[in-house]
C-alpha cells in the first residue's frame, strides 16, 4: 500500500473504533512497541471450553443448520500483535460491532458458531517487516483449530454455512482451500460468504475444490464481495490486489453478471439510527452493480450518518449491514435447495 495510504487507512480505522486517546497519539499507539515474539504470544484457546466461544448460547437452539463465523479485525492496539482473549474490551467490541451487525442475520435459521481467535492487530496489514505475517499465521492457527474442533465435537452431522468478513476472510480464504478436499466436509457446506477481503481469481484457479456461485441456489460454493462507491480514496481491491483480478457476486442478484440492479431488489439494510439510538432495517436502501471486481452501489441517502474509516467512498464496515436482508433470505434459499440435495 502506498505511504498516504498507509496513514490514512490506519489513523481513521483507529479512530473509528478507540475511544481512550485522541487523534493526535493513535499513531504512536497503534503499531506494537515491540516485535513479535513466541514467547510472548497470549495463551492459546481451549475450544472444548465455552469461554472460547462468542454467544456460546446460540449454538443450542434447534435449527437445521449450523453457522460457522470468523469475525474481522477489532483488535486495533495493544501492547501484542495478537489479541489476548481475556481482553474484555476487544471481545465486547467484536460483539457489539461485527457480530450484532452481521453474523446476526443468520440467528434465525441457524445454530452459531463464532470462536474466539488471536486475532492479529490490525497493524499487521501493513507491516514492512515479519512481524505482522506471524501474528497473521498465529490467527489462523486458531481459526483453523477452532473450525476442525466445531467439525469433529459440534457439527453432529449437520449442514454448515461458512461466513466471514475481512481478516476473517482472509484466513478464511486458506482454511477452506483445505478443507474442502475432504469431500464429507464439502458435501455438508451449504455456503460460504468470504465477504470484505479480496478473493483472487488466481485463487480459485489454482484450487479445484472451490467454486465461485454463479446462481442464488447453487451449495458448496464461495460468494464473495467488496463495496465501495464510484470513486473511493481507497479501494480494498486496487491495494491488495492490483493485478489479479477479483470474485465479486452481486448480493442483490447472487449472480456473476455486470447488470445493474436498482435498489428495489434491496430487501433491508441494517444500519443504526443516530437519532433514535435504535437499530433499523431500511427498505430498498441501495443499488448495486459489479465493476472491475468491486461491488459499486449507488450514493445513499444517509451518506452523513455513515462511518467510513478508510476514507469516502469506501463502504467496508457495510459489506454485510447494507444488504442485511437479502444475505438473510439467500441462506434461507441454500439451505433449502442443500435440503432438496440430499433427498435426491
Request: aromatic content about 12%; proline content about 6%.
Amino acid at each position: 500500500m502506498k505511504p498516504v495510504l498507509f496513514k490514512l487507512f490506519l489513523l481513521v480505522m483507529s479512530f473509528l473504533l478507540l475511544t481512550s486517546c485522541s487523534r493526535s497519539s493513535l499513531m504512536i499507539f497503534i503499531k506494537p512497541p515491540t516485535k513479535f515474539k513466541v514467547e510472548k504470544i497470549p495463551p492459546a484457546p481451549n475450544y472444548a471450553e465455552k469461554e472460547s466461544w462468542h454467544e456460546w448460547s446460540r449454538r443450542t437452539v434447534d435449527k437445521p443448520t449450523d453457522v460457522f463465523y470468523v469475525h474481522p479485525t477489532t483488535y486495533i492496539t495493544g501492547k501484542g500483535w495478537n489479541q489476548d482473549l481475556e481482553n474484555a474490551r476487544v471481545n465486547w467490541r467484536t460483539r457489539v460491532l461485527p457480530i450484532k451487525y452481521q453474523a446476526s442475520t443468520f440467528y434465525e435459521d441457524c445454530r452459531m458458531f463464532m470462536p474466539k481467535y488471536r486475532q492479529a492487530i490490525f497493524y499487521s496489514f501493513v507491516d514492512q517487516k515479519d512481524n505482522g505475517k506471524q501474528a497473521l499465521d498465529l490467527a489462523y492457527e486458531d481459526v483453523r483449530a477452532a473450525f476442525y474442533y466445531y467439525i469433529e465435537h459440534l457439527n453432529d452431522g449437520r449442514p454448515f454455512i461458512f461466513a466471514s468478513h475481512s481478516q476473517g476472510s482472509y484466513h478464511s480464504q486458506k482454511l477452506l482451500a483445505e478443507v474442502l478436499q475432504d469431500s464429507a466436509i464439502k458435501s455438508k457446506l451449504v455456503v460460504a460468504y468470504m465477504v470484505g477481503w479480496p478473493i483472487t481469481e488466481s485463487y480459485v484457479e489454482e484450487h479445484a475444490e472451490i467454486e465461485v456461485c454463479s446462481t442464488s441456489t447453487q451449495t458448496g460454493c464461495i460468494v464473495s464481495w467488496n463495496t465501495e462507491s464510484g470513486t473511493p480514496k481507497l479501494s480494498l481491491v486496487q491495494e491488495f490486489s492490483p493485478n489479479d483480478p477479483v470474485v465479486c457476486v452481486n448480493p442483490l442478484s447472487w449472480t456473476l453478471d455486470t447488470t445493474y440492479r436498482p435498489k428495489s431488489e434491496n430487501m433491508g439494510s441494517l444500519q443504526h439510527n443516530k437519532k433514535t439510538k435504535k437499530d433499523e432495517l431500511i427498505l430498498h436502501y441501495c443499488a448495486a452493480k459489479i465493476e472491475n471486481g468491486r461491488l459499486k452501489v449507488s450514493p445513499l441517502a444517509n451518506q452523513a450518518q455513515l462511518q467510513m474509516p478508510m476514507g469516502k467512498g469506501n463502504y467496508h464496515l457495510y459489506d454485510y449491514n447494507f444488504f442485511f436482508q437479502n444475505i438473510k433470505q439467500n441462506a434461507q434459499d441454500r439451505i433449502q435447495a442443500h435440503q432438496e440435495q440430499g433427498l435426491k
